[in-house]
């Protein structure tokens, strides 16, 4: 019973699944999520693409949009320094075609 729990509350995210919109937080204590930024595609777990307007953002595909209030974020993310530090690491992409998932391992993270 409580597989079949854990598989349905899976697919009902997957289907509301819309966490691209992100906001920078000050603090870590703030965060969803931690977030450090390698310097190469193969280091990273997810490929980021940032976009220019909001209606762009994708739904948890690598295009993210920075909002301006944190209360307007599907997820809020702190940037460390240090790989050990984070929850997941990305890397910025120059084209859009690049973004998105390199590891599944932690997709669940921007759920």
Known sequence: MKEILFFLGIVFSVFNANA???FSVEYAS????????????SRADLVVFKVDYESRSGK???NWFFVDYASRADKK???VDYASQADIIIHFAEYSSRA???SKEKIHLFY
């Not at 703030?30 to 595609?41: G, L």
């Open 77 to 79: 993310i702190f940037f």
């Open 30 to 41: 703030q965060a969803d999520v931690k977030v450090f930024v390698a310097d190469y595609e």
């Open 20 to 22: 691209q919109k992100v």
């Open 100 to 102: 998105g998932w390199k």
């Open 60 to 62: 948890n595909d690598g």
